[in-house]
């Protein structure tokens, strides 16, 4: 597979450099093509000056998505978040007619599962501060699929994408050698299930489970609530 590796963190000798390059190595050690985008190496800009304009740095990473069969996106949780680095990539790449407002020959937009980016996976690559607990159900920060409601289904399933699980190392800022060791070789393990692995199963916007006000019907999981209940 072609794979492209977001990583957005300021440090390559980071905890995240670290977890990168071992990505990148087990990626090429499995036989798969890789290109990187190194965001604060590339000293990408983050800030969308002109809606319309697509310049050529723009153009470029469009490209090596269109490349893409798969993309890691690679970054610490900042503020339960992406760090603005990597929000500032989606905001100049992921542009309308790219990335969304995409239409099919009737006309219908196509998102939500279906789209520009259909057909491509996507894994998240995220470092905690937090240990694992504290962004659990009942955790102070809490879930970390809910904080990455927005990234996961807003943004990569919204154009399209096969979102895989998320893969998370919690408690970041106390990594000992042996928790490093352990960390690296879940990582390795979920690479190697890159081409394989079944995505977060998202309801598809058009299989019939929301009405066309956009709104789950009233028969499907009925008297629920909150970000889960669009997962089917
Ligand atoms: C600006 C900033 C904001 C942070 N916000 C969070 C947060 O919301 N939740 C959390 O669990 N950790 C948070 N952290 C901790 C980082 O996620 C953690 O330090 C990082 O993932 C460790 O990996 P690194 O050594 O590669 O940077 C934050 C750290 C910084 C610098």
Redesign the pocket.
């Known amino acids: 597979m072609n794979v492209l590796w977001l990583f957005a963190?300021p440090?390559s000798h980071?905890?995240?450099?670290a977890l990168r390059d071992e990505g990148l190595a087990t990626l090429r050690a499995l036989g798969h093509d890789v290109r990187e985008s190194d965001l604060y190496a590339m000293h990408w800009n983050p800030v969308v000056d002109e809606i319309a304009a697509v310049p050529d740095d723009v153009r470029a990473e469009q490209a090596k998505l269109t490349w893409a069969d798969a993309v890691v996106f690679q970054f610490?949780?900042?503020?339960?978040g992406t760090p603005a680095m990597l929000k500032g990539w989606f905001d100049r790449v992921f542009v309308q007619g790219y990335a969304y407002d995409v239409r099919d020959e009737d006309g219908r937009t196509l998102r939500y599962g279906e789209g520009a980016l259909a057909g491509k996976r996507a894994l998240v690559v995220?470092?905690?501060?937090?240990p694992a607990p504290?962004?659990g159900p009942r955790g102070v920060?809490g879930p970390l699929p809910d904080l990455l409601f927005g990234l996961q289904h807003g943004t990569l399933f919204y154009t399209g994408m096969s979102v895989l699980p998320p893969f998370a190392?919690y408690d970041?800022?106390r990594m000992t050698p042996c928790a490093f060791a352990s960390a690296a070789s879940a990582l390795r393990s979920r690479l190697r299930d890159l081409a394989t692995a079944s995505p977060l199963p998202f309801r598809p916007q058009n299989g019939g489970d929301y009405g066309r006000d956009h709104v789950l019907r009233p028969e499907v999981a009925p008297g629920r609530s909150g970000l889960d209940v669009h997962l089917g």
Do not use: E, M, R
Request: without cysteine.
């Open positions: 963190h440090d980071s905890l995240g450099g610490p949780l900042w503020w339960y995220v470092t905690t501060g937090s504290a962004l920060n190392v970041a800022d």
